[in-house]
């Protein structure tokens, strides 16, 4: 492997055009595709296969016009008035027919007319007359009123019972990814303009949430962050700004990829934002770990920039491509868990991060066949020795661990353990409104809603109702007894007929519970809803479906706590075959994955205690709680460990180095900690610093998973891989190489310390009137 990789090095390094050329196009490719293709990004959670994404399936072709997305407006009128009077009221009916009016919301006032010429209306009218009776009513003083205009209701009006608030739940006519550019905000525009003259705050519920912001302020700062970092570990503004190029030209193919091909198939904009994250975070490693290797090269042997980059490629390259492995096996075992928004994540972020190690082995040499010897550190021209190179804390850091190894090993055990104890009271969920700044128009309509209605309001369960006898329709007692069954459960507040076909053959009832979308009582009202969903049904005459955002939740929970065994098996076990083939040693794969379910449970523990507990918000300004989104266990398990397995590959590869010529288990981790410690520090405050950029995004999905990560890296290299793992080498001795005979007579020799290279290509003689070019400054 690293003979393969320094010819591959040397050639890309003396022909870089070439190499640079190939990259261009393959960049005006990319965006060429995006001309010809319009971007099309999903926000749609789906879960294939679950109750609730059957029900709302199955409503797509049995009620198509109540399987579009929601939208809900929230109307609040100016203080000291109540709406419904004066001209609050003509402002609200104004408002509510330009929403209906628009071309792709369903307008249910043409729906009753078109019923009517079909003489079906009055079937309709008696089905919500009869759940209208049948439905339980809150206590005086609280239940919502309708609108009424010439005595009859206005569809899908709601008026708070103190008249400060109304609601407004209407249809579009697909799902809210699948419409227009511009089609939400155009209809929330519509609805303000109409309601100004009556003074009226507009507000769109979270159920209108719009597609998150990529890239923002915060993670152009994490870049800008990540440059100092490599600016201070380089020294050379030249030698800084080559891994950002490459990491920018791999986001660029990788990511533009993605959107490109996202009229193939659907990409969820955390797709995006993942892919985003990693190929930045990866591409400035690799990188920078290829970089570090060539200068030091040129420090302790003397070669030119040429020999010197070929030789890194060789050698940093291969941790560079068995890194990028691990990571790659991390995601693509998502695949394992069944979940088309999974899956197409994963498969999106193992591209980009293929693509990153594949910049790292070919365009970073080509760029440094442009730089030359302007590469080199810029203090003094003559090689130095490493040890002179090295920063002063990782020599005293390493001697320290070995000599202190017990304590050292007791601390780094002790820490991640404390962290991991809130993970024991670790809730799952969706983002709500509940979830956002107290200054974002979700959050704001969350609470006017929750004052105004009740929290439930904000999470109606969606009820599908079938005649249980096919050839029969549904009959309005048959829904009043069904509707009087489902208001009798305890945490029920209301039920309505949210929509019915002219043939009577499905209803949608919208079952209001009496808590939030993510209240733990709400969870269990669900579960209690399908318990009796079976009775309620034979009752009535009926089958019932069950599904809306906390049915949602439920499910992807279940789903993930059933899949979570087979992939964790799936990636660790893939995972430990690569590192031993890497480090040729039964002990060290072992510590690795162990190290990494402490660093896992430790950033599982932080990231409750401060989104669901709420402490210490105010240092990521946030001011509100929520559960963990179902998605970020499985998520984030599989990237850190594909990102810890990297500070792994780069730090115990070098003692392995070390090992391998001559030293001793003590002196290896010495002098391999001494040589890779800095750089690992400097990668993995790259990271946090381009994932932190994530936690100032305003969707609450993005900001924990950018904080998660931003978490697990620091307790992972720091606790972990700078302090367990050398400290465990140390304990372990020659123990830590040892493999069985047989085993390694049968694994093959990858040779990623080199070691072959050095004897089938030895460096040339330091000539010693080499001339050596200061890199500038």
Not at 121 to 130: I, T
Not at 158 to 177: P, T
Not at 733 to 745: C, F, G, N, Q, S
């Amino acid at each position: 492997m690293s003979v393969l990789l320094y010819r591959l090095g040397r050639w890309a390094y003396g022909r870089p055009w070439y190499v640079i050329g190939g990259w261009l196009a393959v960049v005006a490719a990319v965006a060429g595709l995006l001309a010809a293709n319009p971007i099309k990004i999903s926000n749609e959670v789906r879960i294939d296969g679950t109750p609730a994404q059957r029900v709302i399936d199955d409503l797509s072709t049995s009620l198509p016009e109540a399987s579009g997305g929601q939208g809900m407006l929230v109307f609040r009128a100016p203080d000291g008035t109540r709406i419904g009077d004066g001209r609050t009221r003509g402002a609200l009916l104004a408002a509510v027919d330009a929403v209906h009016r628009h071309d792709h919301v369903v307008d249910p006032r043409t729906t009753l007319a078109e019923e009517a010429a079909k003489g079906s209306r009055s079937a309709l009218l008696q089905a919500r007359a009869a759940v209208d009776r049948a439905a339980p009513h809150p206590s005086a003083g609280k239940a919502p009123v309708p609108l009424l205009v010439r005595g009859e209701p206005v569809p899908g009006v709601a008026v708070s019972a103190d008249g400060s608030a109304a609601l407004l739940q209407f249809q579009f006519d697909k799902q809210i990814f699948e419409l227009p550019a511009g089609t939400v905000e155009d209809t929330v525009d519509a609805a303000r303009q109409q309601a100004a003259p009556g003074g009226l705050d507009v507000l769109p519920s979270g159920s209108m949430m719009q597609l998150p912001e990529v890239v923002g302020v915060g993670e152009v700062v994490g870049v800008g962050v990540a440059a100092l970092v490599l600016l201070v570990t380089l020294g050379s503004v030249v030698a800084a700004g080559l891994p950002l190029v490459v990491a920018l030209t791999g986001v660029s193919v990788g990511v533009g990829g993605a959107f490109a091909l996202s009229g193939v198939f659907e990409i969820h904009s955390l797709t995006a934002v993942l892919a985003l994250m990693l190929g930045l975070a990866v591409g400035i490693d690799y990188a920078l770990f290829v970089i570090v290797r060539q200068r030091r090269l040129i420090l302790d042997d003397g070669p030119d920039a040429h020999e010197a980059a070929a030789r890194a490629i060789g050698t940093a390259g291969s941790a560079v491509f068995f890194a990028g492995s691990t990571v790659v096996i991390a995601l693509t075992s998502l695949l394992v868990v069944g979940i088309t928004l999974l899956s197409t994540m994963a498969v999106v972020a193992a591209a980009t991060v293929a693509i990153a190690v594949l910049l790292a082995l070919t365009l970073l040499p080509a760029l440094l066949g442009l730089v030359k010897e302007r590469i080199r550190p810029a203090r003094g021209r003559a090689p130095r020795s490493a040890e002179a190179t090295r920063r002063p804390w990782t020599p005293r850091w390493a001697a320290g661990l070995v000599r202190r190894r017990y304590p050292a090993l007791a601390a780094a055990l002790l820490i991640p353990v404390v962290l991991a104890l809130p993970a024991a009271d670790m809730r799952s969920g969706l983002p709500s409104g509940a979830g956002y700044n107290g200054d974002t128009a979700q959050r704001r309509s969350y609470e006017l809603v929750s004052d105004a209605f009740g929290r439930g309001y904000n999470g109606p369960l969606m009820i599908a109702v079938h005649p249980a006898d096919a050839t029969r329709p549904l009959t309005p007692a048959a829904l009043a007894t069904l509707t009087a069954d489902l208001g009798k459960i305890e945490g029920a507040r209301s039920v309505s007929l949210a929509g019915m076909d002219p043939a009577g053959s499905t209803a949608v009832l919208a079952l209001v519970p009496a808590s939030g979308p993510n209240d733990g009582a709400t969870e269990d009202f669900v579960t209690e809803v399908r318990h009796r969903s079976g009775r309620i049904g034979a009752d009535s005459g009926t089958t019932l479906g069950v599904s809306g955002f906390t049915a949602l939740a439920l499910d992807m929970s279940d789903r993930l706590t059933d899949v979570l065994p087979v992939y964790l098996a799936t990636v660790l076990g893939l995972s430990l075959i690569v590192l031993l083939l890497v480090f040729r040693s039964v002990l060290v794969p072992l510590m690795a994955t162990l190290g990494f379910l402490l660093s896992i449970g430790a950033t599982f523990g932080v990231t409750t205690a401060v989104f669901q507990w709420g402490w210490l918000q105010g240092l990521i300004g946030l001011d509100a709680t929520a559960p963990v989104v179902s998605l970020l266990p499985v998520l984030i398990t599989g990237v850190l460990y594909g990102l810890a397995m990297d500070y792994q590959m780069f730090l115990v590869t070098s003692m392995r180095e070390a090992h391998v010529h001559g030293a001793d288990a003590h002196g290896a981790t010495r002098a391999g900690f001494s040589r890779a410690a800095s750089v690992v520090v400097a990668a993995a405050t790259i990271m946090v610093a381009v994932f932190a950029g994530f936690v100032v995004n305003p969707d609450p999905m993005i900001k924990q998973i950018g904080f998660a990560l931003a978490v697990g890296i620091v307790i992972d290299a720091f606790v972990i891989r700078l302090t367990l793992i050398p400290a465990t080498m140390a304990l372990a001795r020659e123990r830590a190489w040892w493999l069985p005979a047989w085993l390694d007579r049968l694994l093959p020799d990858l040779d990623v310390e080199g070691d072959r290279l050095a004897q089938k290509i030895p460096l040339p003689d330091r000539p010693a009137d080499r001339p050596h070019a200061a890199a500038p400054r």
